[in-house]
């Protein structure tokens, strides 16, 4: 994954001196990869709203010796920056994750100096596979997709990016599609169950799933997985990026 990341910078062109913002930056993600292209005479601010995130990314900040990186805790909604202050902006697997991603798509927009740059890494679940056929694959995964979708979240937003980035007035725009296989003892190949295992109890609360069929669901799941002859993809993951017009 970071090798692909890497890539993408490469073609947008990133410069040493840029200053550069990164939005949900998660524990740490791609800091070190911006870090690295903007050069110890630019600079980097990561933006994320879990504290225990931004402890983690501040750490990964530290150990990686990134004076020209900073991690603030932050709104991806309203992140109360100075508007057209930036080189470019990149976002990583964040509007998988939250309702009204378009909303996040125009903060990350305005962000941004006319000429400059945005990059977009995003999820959507289209590939999410397995074979051969698991009907307790197809169950869990319909229960979190309904959940999701009760909570306004898209899981198929990344078909949507170009869409929204366009009509946030990004100009320009390229997009490259991405699916990996996880083989056994990948540490993605379980993904599915670990976010099935995080949102069990409202999974049953909310009547997608009954109690019982989703520990039976999970125990077939665990056994899936662990076969040397099963096939699981992951998500397909949409890069884009694009330039800000002027």
Known sequence: MPRILDAQFEKIGIRQGERVVDIGCGPGGVLHLLGKRVGPAGSVLGIERSVHFVELARRFVADH???????????????????????????RLVLVNVPKPELIVREMVALVRPGGWIASFEADFLAHICDPPLPEWTRLLDA??????????????????????R??????????????????GH????????FINNVADKLVEGGFIERRQLE???????????????????HMFFQLCGRIPG
């Open 167 to 184: 009509e946030a007035g990004v100009a320009d725009i390229r997009t490259d599609a991405v699916v990996h296989v996880y083989p056994p």
């Open 144 to 165: 979190y997709t309904a959940y999701s979708a009760a909570q306004g979240i898209d899981l198929y937003v990344g078909r949507r990016t170009h869409r929204l980035f």
């Open 216 to 234: 039976t669901d999970i125990a077939m799941l665990e056994l899936y997985l662990s076969r040397p002859d099963a096939l699981v993809t992951s």
């Open 187 to 194: 540490d993605r190949r379980t993904i599915l169950r670990d």
């Open 65 to 91: 010796g990134l004076t020209q990186v900073e991690v603030r805790e932050g709104d991806a909604y309203d992140t109360g920056l100075p508007r057209a202050s930036f080189d470019g902006a990149h976002m």
